[in-house]
């Protein structure tokens, strides 16, 4: 009869044989958890990169009391506490998409943020702000799609929720 210790040094081993496997042939090992291929890995690198570039070139406009944020913060009635806010939850998801154990967190918290950032937009503020054409809608668009492309390669990794593509209800 094993014990369940023994039943557990047996399980991290076998983990520690299939990771030393799949990174011999190729396959990316993210957070500790997860193989990613070459090209999960290149795709979801890619979109961290944009999401956070995204949004870390904007905490520029938001710290400093950029007329055009100053305005969008106004007409929603949160000006500048909310201002400095989203500007640090944005520079919080950017880090965190960059921690490898904490990707996923950081692509809710970018989720989240563009989400009520979209919403802004098509609630309150328009698609064009002051004549913008619709860039800051379509960067929000765009880092959404980043970061909900960078959920779904990381899913896996998220605590204590079932795999999205497993699901056959």
């Known amino acids: 009869m094993k014990s369940e210790h023994s039943d557990s040094r047996y399980d991290d081993l076998n983990l520690a044989y299939e990771r030393a496997l ?38 520029y406009f938001k710290f400093t009391g950029q007329p055009e944020s100053v305005w969008i913060f106004t007409r929603m009635h949160m000006e500048s506490w909310w201002r ?31 989400g009520a950032a979209i919403m802004s937009h098509l609630g309150v503020l328009g698609i064009s702000v002051q004549n913008d054409h619709g860039l ?17 390669i990381h899913q896996r990794t998220v605590p204590n929720i079932s795999r999205l593509d497993d699901y056959h209800g």
């Open 84 to 114: 400095y806010g989203q500007g640090v939850w944005e520079l919080v998801a950017a880090i965190l998409l960059f921690i490898p154990s904490l990707t996923w967190l950081g692509a809710m918290l970018t989720l989240g943020a563009m």
């Open 22 to 59: 799949q990174a011999s042939a190729g396959a990316e090992l993210d957070d500790g958890i997860e193989p990613l291929s070459r090209r999960q890995a290149l795709v979801s690198w890619i979109c961290r990169l944009i999401a956070a570039a995204i949004m870390v070139e904007t905490l």
């Open 136 to 152: 800051l809608f379509g960067m929000a668009c765009v880092t959404f799609l980043s970061a909900l492309t960078v959920l779904w």
